[in-house]
């Protein structure tokens, strides 16, 4: 079964540090993995997304993330934090085309002044 | 911008009542898809619709809980009855394709429910 796990329920950066948000993901097929945001009383909305073309995803709003097979990784990270990053964000793997999409327990970022 | 549009945003019930959530997907959109969201926790899929057909109900506790979309178009998730751990909210997304998993889901704005 495919399933993600993200390192650190709160995270907190200062404004114009580097953004860096831990995942790492288990499946028994090259999976397909996504970020998604959520801000507060809202859905989620699409980052980005790895679908085994290359292994650096940029993504919108500055963020970019890295697949790292060796390391069963897919960290997230935007080289300059902004107030208005802070929002919770999602890791989330699926394990084909046509699998239904695992979502982790999610990471809040704090943006500090 | 074509958005997915939910109602109500906000729902408060008592329990053993009955509660309906109602989601209007982006045009052309094939495949929806309900979720629930508990507090500090990753949404977690409950039905996905292809068309007016059910291809995923498999988290869906089907004793309470019914899902239609009877012309494939909008949908609604019903509670009956409610339960005080059903408090959580209730996202609803779409994509143009259920076969392909790279397509991006739009989600809703959701629906928050509390059961008291």
């Known amino acids: 079964a495919q399933s993600v796990t993200q390192l650190g329920s709160h995270v907190s950066v200062s404004e114009g540090a580097l953004v860096l948000l831990r995942c790492n993901y288990s499946?028994?097929?090259?999976?397909?993995l996504f970020w998604y945001v959520q801000y507060p009383n809202q859905g989620l909305q699409l980052l980005l997304k790895?679908?085994?073309?290359?292994?650096l995803v940029k993504g919108i709003n500055g963020f970019e993330a890295e697949f790292k097979k060796s390391e069963t990784s897919f960290h997230l990270t935007k080289p300059s934090a902004h107030m208005s990053d802070a929002a919770e964000y999602f890791c989330a793997v699926s394990a084909n085309r046509d699998d239904k999409i695992i979502f982790g327990k999610g990471t809040r970022l704090h943006i500090l002044p | 911008e074509a958005e997915v549009a939910q109602s109500p945003r906000y729902k408060i019930t008592e329990k053993s009542q009955a509660v309906a959530f109602w989601c209007d997907p982006i045009?052309?959109?094939?495949?929806l898809y309900w979720y629930r969201q508990i507090l500090g926790q990753g949404p977690e899929l409950l039905v996905q619709f292809q068309d007016e057909s059910v291809v995923d109900d498999s988290q869906l506790p089907k004793d309470r809980f019914s899902a239609e979309r009877l012309k494939g178009v909008d949908s609604t998730l019903k509670i009956q009855p409610a339960e005080l751990g059903d408090s959580a909210m209730y996202l609803c997304?779409?994509?143009?394709?259920?076969?392909?998993?790279?397509?991006?889901?739009?989600f809703g704005p959701g629906t928050r429910l509390l059961v008291l």
């Open positions: 499946s028994s097929v090259p999976p397909y």
């Open positions: 045009s052309g959109h094939a495949t």
């Open positions: 997304a779409s994509s143009l394709d259920m076969l392909a998993v790279q397509e991006t889901q739009y």
């Open positions: 790895y679908t085994s073309a290359a292994t």
